[in-house]
């Protein structure tokens, strides 16, 4: 979850890769992906000297992405991409969110009291606080800018899911224009 492309999109790093990683002990949990070394990522089986470094320059390239993918990243339960996203938009940092109470969490769009709970609970386990120092040491994206102001409010109150192709938008530019005039994306 923590390398698909919704979240740090680490090209490379596939289920079988990552199990792979696990069973040797070369990883325990995300953050350590961080700190592995070219020669144990080519001694794995069917890895080579060329495919270590390509894994490890995706690894460091994922340091850039957004916020609000960070979070999602993280594997929070019931906290998906759009949750992420809209949490993010109203906390402008990892340390507000883990400071913020269950009341403070619901005012948020589509944030209800299983979710709100969840993110309550992920930030009172001392081992998932480690792992978000340690991915802030490394030099992940932990903070954003709130929210920017609506285009318009043409698509309020309209939940939108896009599907087919596209040949003049991506799929994320489509979403964010929707959100800027005040829709909903959903997938279903």
């Keep these: 979850h923590f390398a698909s492309k919704d979240a740090m999109d680490i090209e490379g790093l596939g289920p079988s890769l990552t199990a792979k990683l696990l069973a040797l002990g070369i990883i325990s949990e995300s ?3 961080f700190f592995m070394h070219p020669e144990e990522i080519a001694a794995i089986d069917k890895m080579g ?3 270590a470094e390509n894994l490890l320059k995706s690894l460091e390239e994922s340091k850039n992405v957004e916020y609000h993918r960070v979070l999602f990243a993280l594997g929070i339960r019931f906290v998906g991409a759009t949750v992420a996203k ?7 940092s990892m340390e507000a969110i883990s400071s913020a109470t269950i009341e403070q969490l619901m ?3 589509d944030v209800g009291e299983r979710v709100a709970n969840s993110i309550v609970d992920f930030f009172s386990n001392e081992q998932n606080v480690d792992i978000v120092n340690r991915l802030k040491q490394i030099g992940l994206q932990m903070e954003g800018e709130k929210s920017e102001e609506l285009i318009s409010d043409k698509l309020s109150g309209f939940s939108i899911v896009i599907s087919g192709t596209f040949s003049q ?6 979403k964010l224009m929707i959100e800027k005039n005040g829709g909903k994306n959903v997938s279903s």
């Design 107 to 109: 005012k948020i769009d």
């Design 49 to 51: 000297q060329k495919s």
């Design 86 to 92: 809209r949490i993010t938009n109203q906390l402008s």
């Design 169 to 174: 938008f991506s799929r994320d530019e489509l």
């Design 31 to 33: 953050s350590d992906l």
